[in-house]
């Protein structure tokens, strides 16, 4: 791609569709959260939506792969609405509704064993543990027209503050940065 060029993301894997937003010739980070049955056009977000791009002008980076863990994963969920950046190898907070809770302490990650689409990662907090189960699948927010490739699940076990024992926390994740 010329450097004067840019790439477009448009509204449906197809050429003639609308373009909903653009990428410059050198953007880096682009996160592809899946791709059309011919694997020609991958689906990116831009902004608070999705779209496609063509696969012919982007370029996989090597060990790039979400269960690598080489650069945090974004987590976000609604109902109620959290985030936390994950990382195995250094100490989280979960915000929930506003408050804080940690520090998550990364204790245990499960790696890919067995299924590159999966993994399990344990984190000590000051009365308990949390575990989360992170799968490569499609997922939405629900609050906006953005699409994640990554679902997780946040199992506390034990209790800090407003985080009840036995809770289950939903939502998608991001390998892009924030």
């Not at 791609?1 to 790439?7: E, F, G, I, T």
């Not at 109620?80 to 979960?94: G, K, Q």
């Amino acid at each position: 791609m010329a450097s004067d060029d840019v790439l477009n993301i448009r509204s449906a894997p197809e050429a003639s569709s609308d373009i909903i937003a653009t990428l410059q010739h050198d953007a880096k980070g682009i996160e592809v959260v899946g791709t059309d049955d011919a694997k020609d056009w991958a689906i990116v977000n831009a902004g608070e939506q999705a779209g496609w791009v063509s696969l012919a002008y982007l370029r996989l980076v090597p060990d790039a792969m979400w269960t690598n863990m080489s650069s945090p994963l974004a987590c976000y969920g609604t109902e109620p609405f959290w985030d936390v950046m994950l990382t195995p190898r250094a100490p989280s907070t979960l915000t929930l509704n506003a408050d804080a809770y940690g520090p998550m302490i990364p204790v245990w990650e499960s790696g890919a064993w067995g299924n590159p689409l999966r993994m399990i990662l344990r984190h000590d907090i000051p009365d308990g543990e949390i575990v989360s189960y992170i799968e490569a699948e499609s997922c939405n927010d629900g609050m906006s027209d953005r699409e994640f490739g990554l679902s997780l699940r946040m199992i506390i076990d034990g209790s800090e503050g407003g985080l009840r024992d036995g809770a289950v926390l939903r939502g998608c994740c991001s390998i892009a940065e924030r």
